[in-house]
């Protein structure tokens, strides 16, 4: 079998700039077909056609990975593709996330600054023999028409350019031994939504809107005069007096301009995507809604959770969330699909993560980009605050390290082996998970010269976003960092210990000794009796979450406290995710119901009643009176906040996973009706079969409805009382 390594990097001998490149070979079959594969990879993103038909359904590709240490070839079966004779081979290359040129990007070790392309035709013969066709300098390269890409700006076509000049492809050594075959899932175009209403702003902007907030591209049908040039803006809302705003994007320009050769067109971009929700359209004179597509691109992911109450706003949310994460699951999760970043930040992850595959099969996505992780990981454990790691330039000295971020290492994996029930998850990232666990304990060392002494760290991002004052705009949370980042060491250091005798590995004692002193720190470092120091919910949330506390009724009584005192939320993206869990440990799942049902601001649900359709990534992303939150940090796509669906599905429809006997293999229902909503129905499409709840308020109590799997045992706990439960449906009445 010939090898796709034999192909060598080729780029175009005139540096194309902005503009995308074409790769051209033309090759001869002459023999009979009996299979065919193009293995390829470029730097950049490509598009390939074999006689001008596409050979994949995908798009975006090689996706993204730590590029300087993992770039993916894919190959694909070609074989129908082919034709006896000559065959034209066409790939065109954009720039993708391989070239940063983007302001909030720091600097790294890429250095390159050209599309380049690495692939082979691999065609075996009937008759046994093989060709291949690998890139070199036989190939050609042109300047596409695609005059200008970037992922965050968009992307130019002029279409008069019919034909650019080929020339001889250059050969070029760029690095070739971390090439790997493809992992994870691919990227394509999943779902068109047709313009539904065109609004002419009151500055006459022309404006259509899509009625929904998604990720990608719009593909549009015009004819127009020659040299007319078209240009789309895209943007998530309109301001508060109904006019395009495109500020909160930041430096992403988030623009397409077609350039017209007089002949009617339908185009689409091939090399970028944005996020929005409506598109501004300049130089058509008459737009129609019903000419303009938007298509959601996301990376594939096979739906496997559903919620829905007898509450609209909750089902409106619930779709928001669900939106979210096809918006941010672009081959790396990201923390926003618009403005200039769209980066893996690792602590939006790391709290996402159980509600992500709660809502779709997540496995395969999050193994690569946890493989990324371990990539991108330094010899001492430290890891990154984005991954794919970019040295995103407000991120402190370096990037890396940040309490609750970097613990993704600890907190994707485990959440992953809770929800698949695969122990392989847990060997194959077990390494940066202790490594950095180490890290952590050895920051502690550093600090004490030579003795533990905690916190590892007092920097960082904290509850980021919390918002104890309704004004607070700052992102560092309140919650005292070094409180936090002990909390997630203690988590990190118990998870490790669990994932030591789930896989049959001795924990070293020290690690225990760590792990009680670092409890035995926090209690009295930050609580007295019970209660913590600093009243913020945040605090009371993570000792009670990770087990901190040695007064739960105490901790938990006062987070209840705090609650009614301040009859809102007040956490960031770290307390957020906990929060109802602790409630409901705390017996309060009425007054976690309060806070989930609460529409005014700040609430989950204020976000619904002001026409959004995804979670915002601040509670104050448009305030009561309209006025945006800063533009410097105000996306309509954040999925963090979207994290309490998890609490939607375990606790108040009650499918709850045992850890124990992970992957649904056991589950207990436990569900906590509450009279406001009056029935409720969730399904969990799990590796066991389909998990269901449904209840409904009665006249005199509640019907519950539990589907068990196949592969799973399961209990039911209702109002404290305990049900065996027989695998397939099962009905409860009970009064209350
Ligand atoms: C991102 C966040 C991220 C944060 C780090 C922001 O710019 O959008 O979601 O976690 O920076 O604090």
Redesign the pocket.
């Known amino acids: 079998m010939i090898s796709f390594l034999q192909a060598i990097w080729i780029k175009s001998r005139a540096n194309n700039k902005d503009a995308a490149t074409d790769f051209f070979k033309t090759v001869d079959i002459k023999k009979e077909v009996k299979s065919a594969y193009l293995h390829i990879t470029a730097h950049g993103v490509f598009e390939a056609f074999i006689n001008s038909k596409r050979v994949s359904e995908d798009v975006l590709m090689p996706g993204w990975t730590s590029y300087t240490k993992r770039l993916r070839y894919i190959s694909y079966d070609v074989t129908d593709m082919l034709t006896p004779g000559e065959n034209e081979l066409k790939v065109g290359v954009g720039k993708g996330w391989f070239f940063h040129d983007v302001d909030c990007w720091g600097t790294d070790e890429l250095k390159y600054d050209e599309a380049a392309l690495m692939c082979t035709l691999e065609v075996i013969y009937s008759d046994g023999s093989v060709d291949e066709f690998p890139t070199d300098n036989s190939w050609q390269t042109a300047k596409s028409n695609i005059i200008y890409n970037n992922i965050y700006n968009g992307e130019t076509v002029d279409l008069r350019i019919k034909e650019s000049k080929k020339s001889k492809a250059v050969e070029i050594s760029y690095m070739r031994n971390h090439l790997i075959p493809f992992e994870g899932v691919p990227i394509r175009e999943q779902e068109r939504l047709q313009g539904v209403k065109l609004i002419k702003t009151p500055k006459g902007e022309t404006v259509i809107d899509f009625g929904q907030e998604i990720t990608g591209y719009v593909e549009f049908t015009a004819k127009v005069p020659k040299d007319t040039e078209i240009i789309i803006k895209h943007f998530e809302v309109l301001d508060k007096d109904g006019n395009v705003y495109t500020e909160n994007l930041r430096g992403a320009k988030a623009t397409y301009t077609v350039i017209s050769d007089g002949k009617p067109f339908t185009v689409k971009p091939s090399y970028t995507f944005y996020g929005f929700r409506y598109i501004q359209v300049i130089g058509l004179k008459s737009v129609k809604p019903e000419n303009f597509t938007a298509i959601v691109v996301h990376s594939e992911m096979k739906r496997t959770g559903y919620f829905s109450c007898a509450n609209e706003l909750l089902n409106k949310f619930a779709q928001n969330v669900v939106w979210g994460q096809k918006g941010n699951f672009l081959d790396i999760p990201t923390?926003?699909p618009q403005r200039d970043?769209r980066?893996g930040?690792?602590?939006?992850a790391a709290m996402f993560c159980r509600t992500a595959a709660i809502n779709f099969d997540v496995k395969a996505f999050f193994d690569k980009w946890l493989n990324d992780l371990e990539a991108d990981q330094l010899a001492d454990g430290s890891v990154p605050?984005v991954i794919p790691y970019c040295n995103?330039y407000?991120?402190g000295p370096d990037g890396y390290n940040?309490a609750a971020?970097s613990d993704v290492a600890v907190i994707a994996p485990w959440e992953m082996y809770v929800a698949y029930g695969d122990k392989k998850i847990l060997s194959d990232h077990y390494k940066p998970l202790k490594k950095w666990v180490d890290f952590m304990i050895n920051e502690c060392r550093k600090n004490g010269g030579g003795k533990i002494k905690f916190p590892w760290t007092t920097g960082g991002?904290g509850d980021?976003l919390s918002l104890e004052d309704l004004d607070r705009e700052e992102?560092?949370g309140v919650t005292d960092v070094g409180y936090i980042s002990t909390a997630f060491m203690i988590n990190g250091l118990k998870t490790l210990i669990k994932v030591d005798s789930i896989l049959g590995y001795k924990t070293d004692k020290s690690y225990k000794t760590v792990l009680e002193n670092a409890i035995k720190y926090c209690r009295k470092e930050y609580m007295k009796d019970g209660r913590m120091k600093q009243e913020t919910q945040t605090a009371a949330v993570l000792a009670i979450i990770f087990g901190i506390t040695d007064k739960p009724e105490i901790t938990m009584a006062q987070l209840a406290e705090n609650v009614r005192k301040h009859g809102r939320i007040t956490t960031g993206?770290i307390g957020t995710t906990y929060l109802l869990y602790a409630l409901s440990a705390a017996g309060e799942d009425k007054l976690a119901t309060d806070l989930l049902l609460r529409t005014e601001y700040p609430s989950w649900l204020y976000p619904v009643t002001k026409g959004a359709t995804t979670v915002w990534?601040r509670w104050n992303g448009i305030f009561p009176d309209g006025r945006f939150a800063n533009a410097g940090?105000n996306?309509f796509n954040?999925y963090?906040y979207g994290s309490v669906l998890s609490w939607m599905f375990r606790r108040l429809a009650g499918i709850c996973p045992d850890e124990d006997e992970p992957g649904y293999r056991k589950i207990t229902f436990s569900p906590a009706p509450d009279e406001r909503i009056p029935w409720v129905k969730a399904s969990v499409d799990t590796v066991c079969g389909e998990a269901a709840s449904y209840y409904e308020k009665t006249a005199d109590g509640w019907d519950f409805e539990f589907t068990v799997p196949a592969g799973s045992k399961a209990d039911a706990v209702i109002f404290g009382k305990k049900y065996r439960l027989k695998k397939g449906i099962n009905k409860i009445s009970v009064k209350a």
């Open positions: 923390d926003c970043e980066l930040w690792t602590g939006d605050h995103v407000w991120s940040a971020w991002y980021w992102g560092v993206f990534e940090m996306s954040h963090a």
